[in-house]
Nanobody
Framework: QVQLVESGGGLVQAGGSLRLSCAASGRTFSSFAMGWFRQAPGKKREFVAAISRSGGNTDYADSVKGRFTISRDNAKNTVYLQMNSLKPEDTAVYYC?????????????????WGQGTQVTVSS
């Protein structure tokens, strides 16, 4: 069992930055690929970024490429999402998730564990 707890959300003006953190319980964090997803009101949950177990592979949704960076610290059981140049359309609840396989990392139904989410609001 893995428990995930996100933090770092908040209200920021357009063009600003936030760093989200996701702390995982347990001693098997390094055996999981990690992903960030987001869900805006009235919209489906969408893929944002993913990172492989070692951190050697990452991928991003086109909408955030060049602005967001995913990273992980396996010694601290934590995955991060650095968000720069934020836009109002980035407003959403952001979730971190863990999966045992790197395959199909962009699909939310393949993830085994989810955090409770953290709200990010970007004002114009």
């Amino acid at each position: 069992q893995v428990q995930l707890v996100e933090s770092g959300g908040g209200l920021v003006q357009a063009g600003g930055s936030l760093r989200l953190s996701c702390a995982a319980s347990g001693r098997t964090f390094s055996s999981f690929a990690m992903g960030w997803f987001r869900q805006a009101p009235g919209k489906k949950r969408e893929f944002v970024a993913a990172i492989s177990r070692s951190g050697g592979n990452t991928d991003y949704a086109d909408s955030v490429k060049g602005r967001f960076t995913i990273s992980r610290d396996n010694a601290k059981n934590t995955v991060y999402l650095q968000m720069n140049s934020l836009k109002p359309e980035d407003t959403a609840v952001y979730y971190c998730a863990a999966k045992r396989s790197w395959a199909a990392y962009g699909l939310d139904d393949g993830y085994d564990y989810w955090g409770q989410g953290t709200q990010v609001t970007v004002s114009s």
